[in-house]
């Protein structure tokens, strides 16, 4: 079954500190790449989705994500974040099929 | 314009009670998803929708499980006999089409506690 890996669970970082976030899936074919985020107290929204084209894509807020397909990663990046980044971000894969199969999330909390 | 509402946003049952869950999607939607978000499962996929076909049920955890959508448009997810692990927020998203490359929009979410 396909599976969708985010390394890190919990990520603290000061204010305009870099940020990267790795995903990994587990499907030999054609995948279609999303990054959601939930601020606290907010519902998911969509980040940015990759599903051609261009393999670096650029999202709202400032970030983008780079597919790799040899290394099946979707790697999410920040160059600078803000405080009001914290939130929990989710990387996710619809292939096969239409729902969403999702990482367990990264925590991220961003200190003034 | 008003994205996906769900209702009621919290719900504490006891073991044993059924319990409805309502999801109203963005209009014109076609497609509409049913997760659960749960600590230590994280975002699992349970039913999916797509405009009057039969709906896509291989998420669903066990019989107890169920879910319509009336009209094309309201969906209701029905937990029978609801057991403590059930306990979990229940989110629905919908989409424009159904396409694996939509954007799916998610609602608040329903805060199921099972006692």
């Known amino acids: 079954a396909q599976s969708v890996s985010q390394h890190n669970h919990h990520v603290i970082l000061s204010e305009a500190a870099s940020l990267e976030l790795g995903c990994n899936y587990s499907y030999g074919g054609t995948v279609n790449l999303f990054w959601y985020v939930q601020y606290p107290g907010q519902h998911l929204q969509l980040l940015l989705k990759?599903?051609?084209?261009?393999?670096l894509v650029k999202g709202i807020k400032g970030f983008e994500a780079e597919f790799i397909k040899s290394k099946f990663s979707f790697n999410l990046r920040k160059p600078s974040v803000q405080w009001s980044d914290t939130a929990e971000y989710f990387c996710?894969?619809?292939?096969?099929?239409?729902?969403?199969?999702f990482g367990k999330g990264t925590s991220l909390l961003v200190t003034p | 314009g008003a994205g996906v509402s769900q209702s009621p946003s919290n719900k504490v049952t006891e073991k044993g009670k059924d319990v409805e869950l309502r999801c109203d999607p963005i209009s014109g939607h076609t497609a509409l998803y049913w997760y659960r978000q749960s600590l230590g499962q994280g975002l699992e996929f349970l039913i999916y929708?797509?405009?009057?076909?039969?709906?896509?049920k291989s998420g669903l955890p066990s019989d107890r499980f169920s879910a319509e959508r009336t009209g094309g448009s309201v969906s209701t997810l029905t937990i029978q006999r609801t057991q403590q692990e059930d306990s979990a927020v229940y989110l629905c998203?919908?989409?424009?089409?159904?396409?694996?490359?939509?954007?799916?929009?998610f609602g608040p979410g329903t805060r199921l506690t099972v006692l």
């Open positions: 998203a919908s989409s424009p089409r159904t396409s694996p490359t939509d954007t799916q929009y």
């Open positions: 996710a894969v619809n292939a096969p099929g239409y729902a969403l199969n």
């Open positions: 929708f797509q405009g009057n076909s039969a709906p896509d």
């Open positions: 990759y599903f051609s084209g261009d393999p």
